[in-house]
Structures are given as C-alpha cells and as structure tokens.
C-alpha cells in the first residue's frame, strides 16, 4: 500500500525535515557540538530540497501542450540538481564550521540528552527514506530516488556525529568532534557529486539503461527477416518517461495498411515490455537508397 502520488511522498519528507531540524537543533543548542551544528544544516538541506522536489513534481506532472508536447517530465532534474547543489553547499558549510571548531576546541556539554535526540531523529530520517525508495522504485522518479539518498546521507551523518561525540564523552578528546564532523562532509561531497552527475546525464537525453538497451534490441531482432529491417534506433531518458525511434524498413510493394498494422504491434509490443515508453516508428520501403541513408546515432548537420 501507498499514496497514489508521488507529491504526496514528498510532504511526508517536508514534515520529516522540519521534526530532525527541531530536534538536531535543540541537540545542537544542549552541547554546542559542531557536529551536531552540521547534523541540523544538513536537516535544514532536506527541507529546502523537499519542498523543490514538490513543486519538481507538480510540475513534472503537468500534461503535454502546445509548448511542451513531449510533456514537462524532465522538471524532476530540477530537482536533483537542485539538491546535488545543496547538499555540496551544506558540506562546505559543516567543513568551515569544523576547521573553526579545531582552531577553537570547547567542551560538550549535556550529551546524554543530545545523543537521545538525535537518534529519534536519524530513526525518522532512515523510515522516511525507506518509505521514498519504495514510491521512488514504484514511479520510476528521480526525483523521489535523489530525496531518499539525500536522507540516507543524512542518517549516515547522524550515525557518525553519535559515534563521534559517543568518542568524545568516553575519551575527552573534544578534537574528536570536528574531525568526524569533516568525515561527514567529506561522504556529502561524494553522493551530491554522484547525484550531480546522474541528473547531468537526463538533462543530456542519456540512452535508455543497457538492460532496457539490450531487451528493446532483442525485440526487434525477434521480427528482422531478409524483408524487414531496423535501423536508426534512438533512446532517451527524461525524468519518469522513456522514448524510443527508429525507422522500419518493408518491401515497397506492402500496403500502407500492412505497414501500418506492423508499426502498430511493434508499438504495443515495446509499450508493454517497457512501460511508460513512447514509441515512434518511421516507415520506409526497403529498395529505396536513401532509406539507408541514416543509421547512426548523430543527427545531420548543415
């Protein structure tokens, strides 16, 4: 069972992101732990970045129109890369905070309280993630997929904060704090660039994934014959949609109705093995040159 929306997935991370800032927050206020201080930016990042994913969402949702005819679902890398940006930026603000805090050590205080609050929130964070895997595997978004990892990082970041400050009140090595702090800005760093990086490849109309790749391919070699050809096969990616062209090739002497019939079944055939798939089919009669003419992957120029 779920929300029948993937917006509604969203709102349950806004009201996750304003209970962790609270509580890291008033964990932070109780110990004065820079590491605690950088557990509450990142909660303060999942807040900014759950409300661009609703509104990504919303608009992704939007039907095709005059100026959109290919639908408006690429808005879902708005999001991402908005929250890639924002979770490099909540890095280097935890790395600044840190580099202070090792120039000027301070004792933490309260840390039974602190450590309590902060697990109740890293609980919160790792249920909701969990929650937005499954919606995210279930409506194919990226949207949803890059708002989970973003709280997985963040139940991370918790993790290490506890662990740290766990160190901190055992060994009384206050310089503990900072250093786990950088650690945790450090992991940021790798998964807003990872992040960063898949939402560059949509906005580029990256292929399908070579699974699909391969399954689509395997199709159409199903129905080759001497007289039935494929080529100028074109596959691209945009948010929660997948297209897919390419040109068929039949004798000249087939009946538009019999060209049209197979071009329809391919159609149907791809929509059902690959779901969300548009398809577009061009017909062309095999003894013709020029139907031969373009095969690769590139568009011609001039």
């Not at 990504?56 to 290919?70: I, M, N, Q, V």
Request: net charge negative.
């Amino acid at each position: 069972m779920g929300f029948a929306s993937p917006r509604t997935y969203t709102l349950v991370s806004v009201g996750a992101a304003v209970a962790t800032i609270v509580l890291k927050t008033a964990a932070w206020k109780l110990t004065g732990s820079v590491g605690l201080l950088s557990d509450a930016i990142e909660s303060g990042v999942n807040l900014v970045a759950a409300l661009g994913a609703f509104w990504a969402l919303t608009l992704a949702a939007k039907p095709a129109d005059r100026s959109h005819p290919y639908g408006h679902f690429k808005a879902e890398y708005f999001s991402s890369g908005l929250e890639s940006v924002l979770i490099v930026v909540a890095a280097l603000a935890i790395i600044t905070a840190a580099v202070g805090r090792l120039q000027h050590p301070e004792p933490l205080e309260q840390l039974g309280i602190a450590l309590a609050l902060s697990l109740v929130a890293t609980a919160l964070n790792g249920l909701v993630a969990w929650l937005l895997l499954r919606a995210a595997r279930r409506f194919h978004s990226i949207t949803l997929r890059a708002d989970a990892h973003h709280l997985l990082t963040d139940v991370w970041t918790s993790f290490g904060v506890v662990l740290g400050i766990g160190l901190v009140k055992l060994t009384g090595l206050t310089i503990l704090d900072p250093l786990i702090a950088i650690a945790v800005a450090l992991n940021i760093l790798v998964t807003g660039w990872k992040l960063l990086h898949e939402t560059a490849s949509g906005l580029l109309d990256r292929a399908l994934p070579e699974p699909d790749q391969k399954q689509l391919e395997d199709l159409l070699a199903a129905y080759a014959t001497p007289e039935l050809h494929f080529h100028a096969l074109r596959t691209r990616v945009a948010g929660s949609r997948r297209f897919v062209a390419f040109h068929v090739l039949v004798p000249g002497h087939w009946t538009v109705q019999a060209g049209h019939d197979l071009c329809d079944r391919l159609e149907r055939e791809i929509a059902q093995s690959l779901p969300r798939t548009h398809v577009l089919t061009h017909l062309e009669p095999l003894e013709d040159p020029k139907a031969w003419d373009d095969q690769g992957f590139g568009w011609d120029e001039g």
